[in-house]
């Protein structure tokens, strides 16, 4: 591992890095994914670097399968992280320690306390549909709530909260659902997604009005049964009129 | 110049760049600041380097400012730009000579054609308030009609077209207006600063009731006068509700 290590740190790009915020949804819950370094405490976002002949996106797909395991997901860019101290809240001292700790060598000691500047992406999975694998500086996956995110390093809490915030954003001016949803599914079961996303709660009568007004949505002929209540209609998307509300965008205003 | 400009190559990032997407209106007109390289017809957004200690939201205002004067101006990030063969349209050769005749120097030839991955930011101004001034590799300054932008060097074509696209995005989510109107205005003013930014027509009475509703507006006693046709209602900003729906955003949904 040594010889490539010291290849991949050769052949990448020096001052730019990517991380990777994936937020999953799962039967009403959203959660982040986050990593344990290698012997350590230490929690962070799963990144990386970028090869030099290399576009960022595509760096950005390689790292997160070469981190997680995970792959098909559609990242975007959200925010690149540019402070100049965005590394130095740790001290040289355990800034070594951990790279020490987690890889094991130490010929890049020289090189620490680099200025690096850090090109965010984020996702939006059904974390029961995906397995996170831990790679050979990790020691742990696990999918996080975002309230109890702990202190992250580097400048990784403030990568969550920009992550966070553009999810939110997209969900404003974007449909969101097609993969997070089974194929068919209650008004109620899309209500509680945008509530879980958005964190906040909806009235019934408005969310579903706005909602249908973007024409995604196709009505069955055919209820959910078996719940203790009144049984709800079932719905799907429209899978080209959804394709097409994604590059034109809809506006949701509650 | 030259000692310092080899500083300044020594004392920056070399694998990060930042290049600044202006957009200006007046008048009902939108237009985009581009430069045109010294001795040379290649035009471009006015773009710089990275201090090794100055963080990239820094960076970004110290360039557009050394670059074309311009101070106090709101410059957010949109997007960075980081296809591997951003700098390769142009050759080797082309791109020497380019560099050459804007800077005039020789002494970085061996550097040039790298990987450099860049950090777009974006602003809104009122352009007949601001005066460009050319530097000292710019021949000239220019604010173009968006249809009328030339074949731009490097990826700034592209530029142009994504920091466009957040330019309209983010009209779609927060007020815009406070800058850009004098500070009484008649709704079809308002109206039409929408329109052109936006590319499109509303009907007005909608515009109006949207408009009216985000609770930004004070409609005050006064009418417009001396047009031909009947006096329009004369408005203004509220200051602290405005900055308020920056903060917690509207939705432009028309």
């Given at each position: 591992m040594e010889r490539s290590l010291k290849e991949h740190f050769e052949q990448t790009l020096q001052e730019v890095s990517i991380d990777c915020a994936i937020f999953g949804f799962h039967a009403g819950e959203l959660k982040i994914l986050l990593l344990r370094w290698k012997g350590t405490d230490g929690w962070s976002l799963p990144?990386?670097?970028?090869?030099?002949?290399?576009?960022?996106?595509?760096?950005?797909?390689?790292?997160?399968?070469?981190?997680?395991?995970?792959?098909?997901?559609?990242?975007?860019?959200?925010?690149?992280?540019?402070?100049?101290?965005?590394?130095?809240?740790?001290?040289?001292?355990?800034?070594?320690?951990?790279?020490?700790?987690?890889?094991?060598?130490?010929?890049?000691?020289?090189?620490?306390?680099?200025?690096?500047?850090?090109?965010?992406?984020?996702?939006?999975?059904?974390?029961?549909?995906?397995?996170?694998?831990?790679?050979?500086?990790?020691?742990?996956?696990?999918?996080?709530?975002?309230?109890?995110?702990?202190?992250?390093?580097?400048?990784?809490?403030?990568m969550v909260v920009r992550a966070l915030h553009a999810l939110r954003q997209q969900i404003r001016n974007q449909p969101v659902g097609y993969n997070l949803l089974p194929e068919k599914f209650t008004m109620p079961e899309l209500q509680r997604l945008y509530e879980t996303i958005l964190d906040k709660q909806f009235d019934r009568r408005n969310f579903q009005k706005l909602l249908v007004s973007y024409d995604i949505l196709e009505k069955l002929d055919e209820k959910r049964t078996g719940g203790a209540n009144k049984s709800p209609f079932l719905y799907r998307f429209n899978k080209s009129k959804y394709e097409k509300a994604m590059i034109d965008g809809v506006s949701f205003a509650m």
């Open positions: 990144g990386g670097r970028i090869y030099k002949e290399e576009s960022t996106d595509d760096a950005a797909n390689r790292i997160l399968k070469e981190r997680t395991g995970l792959t098909d997901i559609f990242l975007q860019q959200y925010y690149t992280f540019g402070n100049a101290n965005r590394l130095t809240h740790l001290s040289k001292q355990d800034l070594m320690e951990l790279l020490e700790l987690a890889l094991g060598k130490d010929y890049f000691h020289d090189k620490i306390n680099r200025r690096v500047v850090s090109i965010g992406y984020f996702a939006l999975v059904e974390f029961d549909q995906v397995q996170a694998t831990a790679d050979w500086y990790t020691d742990e996956f696990r999918w996080w709530e975002i309230p109890d995110v702990p202190k992250l390093l580097f400048d990784h809490n403030e």
